[in-house]
T-cell receptor, first 111, second 113 residues
Framework: DADVTQTPRNRITKTGKRIMLECSQT?????MYWYRQDPGLGLRLIYY???????NKGEISDGYSVSRQAQAKFSLSLESAIPNQTALYFC??????????FGDGTRLSIL | GENVEQHPSTLSVQEGDSAVIKCTYS??????FPWYKQELGKRPQLIID?????GEKKDQRIAVTLNKTAKHFSLHITETQPEDSAVYFC????????????FGAGTQVVVTP
């Protein structure tokens, strides 16, 4: 399902660097989400947005920030990356109270 | 906040047998329970969901049951096939916090021929 596109797909970077992960969607959904996935921990919500100008913290927002530049775009930033932020990051979208659809993920490694 | 526990963490079944994965939740206000399947290296994909106004839902070989009193819900896969091998995640949310899905830790299902 190429309707939710994440870039980059893979990224290796160093501690202290600023990183931006991008998500764009062509589904016309109003709601967008950022999750991280770690082995044995499932998917944990970082931030979510129900519309442009609406930003909400999720379960694990510390060390992250987001920007909803348009209805179709939702970016996740790591201001100063640290090794324990190494994970698989997923963007998801939904409309109203309908199921969430995930992008293909970004594998981020911080050395 | 909501807490979702999922068991077992791994499940090995013989092809053709049934698989059952169980999840419990803590927030009695939760009323939406989706199940996602994630194949190796792929995105999570919704396979079935249930809302609290029904007790069971079926879609071909997959079914989900919900016990609101006990606060648990289960995924049942019948006649398992090798392509059912994947990680399965349960999740829960409330209407008030729609979109704030709380996921279980996942179950690795391996179907052996």
């Amino acid at each position: 399902d190429a309707d939710v596109t994440q870039t980059p797909r893979n990224r290796i970077t160093k501690t202290g660097k600023r990183i931006m992960l991008e998500c764009s969607q062509t589904k016309g959904h109003d709601r967008m989400y950022w999750y991280r996935q770690d082995p044995g921990l499932g998917l944990r919500l970082i931030y979510y947005s129900f519309d442009v100008k609406d930003i909400n913290k999720g379960e694990i927002s510390d060390g992250y920030s987001v920007s909803r530049q348009a209805q179709a775009k939702f970016s996740l930033s790591l201001e100063s990356a640290i090794p324990n932020q190494t994970a698989l990051y997923f963007c998801a979208t939904s409309i109203s109270n309908q199921p969430q659809h995930f992008g293909d993920g970004t594998r981020l490694s911080i050395l | 906040g909501e807490n979702v526990e999922q068991h077992p963490s791994t499940l090995s079944v013989q092809e053709g047998d049934s698989a059952v994965i169980k999840c419990t939740y803590s927030d009695s206000a939760s009323n939406y329970f989706p199940w996602y399947k994630q194949e190796l290296g792929k995105r999570p994909q919704l396979i079935i969901d249930i809302r609290s106004n029904v007790g069971e839902k079926k879609d071909q070989r997959i079914a989900v049951t919900l016990n609101k009193t006990a606060k648990h819900f289960s995924l049942h896969i019948t006649e398992t096939q090798p392509e059912d091998s994947a990680v399965y995640f349960c999740a829960a949310s409330t209407t008030d916090s729609w979109g704030k899905l709380q996921f279980g830790a996942g179950t690795q299902v391996v179907v052996t021929p």
